[in-house]
């Protein structure tokens, strides 16, 4: 009997070590495909002080107007990403001017990488946590709340607050991104898909869990 229950007991953390490498490599494998295949928009502000928030919103205008001719008709994230590197001093030329016009004398810093998200969703679209490509701009102390959206495929260019996206845009999505990775983000709050709803909180868990680690690790050491 001892040696049956060692063996179940034995058995039984084997399935869950499976269950828990399959889940943690779907994570990873999901947000991959995520983050090379969307670039993101992140501008964080001063402080969480109501001007250096208000700041930061009128800085996020500014850039979104800025890029929206500039990324009008790229339809390829490599070329996104090579107008937006070639725009990077531009970028904090423009917020500058807006940060001077408010009466702030707060550096910025703009650049191009991968960095942590926690899950966001813009209208009828959720992104599970996780590190995507994004344009970063830090405003002064960079230690105010953040504000993200999408700029490939341009979710930054439509108003996403509420309601759902635009078919046209759902249809760039659907070109980037594997049939997998579009269904999760576009049907994780449905009802009638359970499967779906599972996977995309698999995703959040796992990833959502480093971006807690990361972003407690790089506070420790700011």
Known sequence: M?????????????VVLAAWIISYTYAEDVNAGLSQ??????????????PDQALKLKVRDAIIEFMKDKLANSKDINETRAIINANLENIEQVSSK???????????????????????????????AGEYQALKVVIGDGAGANWWCVLFP?????????????????Q????????????????????????VKIKFK???????????????VNKMFK
Request: hydrophobic residues 40%; aromatic residues 6%; contains cysteine.
């Open 2 to 14: 001892a040696n049956i229950i060692k063996i179940s007991i034995a058995v039984l953390l084997l």
């Open 37 to 50: 295949n969307l670039v993101r928009l992140h501008v964080v502000a001063n402080s969480d002080s109501a």
């Open 98 to 128: 807006i940060i001077k016009e408010n009466n702030s004398s707060y550096g910025v810093k703009a650049s191009m990488g991968n960095y942590s998200f926690p899950t966001k969703t813009y209208g009828d679209i959720a992104l599970p």
């Open 154 to 170: 341009p979710l930054c260019f439509i108003d996403a607050t509420h309601g759902t996206i635009p078919d046209s845009v759902k």
């Open 172 to 195: 760039d999505l659907k070109t980037s991104l594997s049939a997998e990775e579009f269904k999760l983000i576009t049907t994780s709050d449905s009802s009638e898909d359970i499967p």
């Open 202 to 216: 698999v995703v959040e868990l796992f990833e959502g869990s480093k971006v807690k680690v990361t972003g407690a």
